[in-house]
């Protein structure tokens, strides 16, 4: 299996895991959204919390020069974690979410 083909297996299946947690509070729901084409993959949550429409991206990831970046991470303790588990290395997860002067403090790719 070629590495694109490995990371989008591995990202749908953690995002997979991520969107079957229940909520236990208000009527939301978590919603996986993957475009493959794209190399996007995005968890949004939306419903209702006391009379108040809640819509927002929780997660999005894309692949892009073979890397994973992780564009956006509202997870508890962090998908990066979760996609190392999996056999991503460091070296190809991008934390996009933080300005490129930072990245290159992190243990992570800068780009």
Excluded at 24 to 47: C, M, P, Q, V, W
């Amino acid at each position: 299996m070629d590495k694109l083909t490995n990371y989008r297996n591995i990202i749908q299946k953690v995002l997979e895991d991520y969107a079957a947690i229940p909520y236990h509070y208000g009527d939301l729901k978590a919603e996986l959204i993957i475009s493959k084409d794209e190399n996007r993959y995005l968890i949004i949550t939306s419903g209702w919390e006391n009379n108040v429409r809640v819509h927002a991206c929780i997660i999005h990831l894309d692949i892009i020069n073979n890397k994973i970046w992780i564009q956006r991470d509202s997870s508890e303790d962090g998908i990066a974690l979760d996609l190392m588990e999996e056999g991503i290395p460091k070296e190809d997860i991008v934390l996009g979410f933080h300005p490129p002067k930072i990245r290159a403090y992190t243990e992570f790719a800068v780009n």
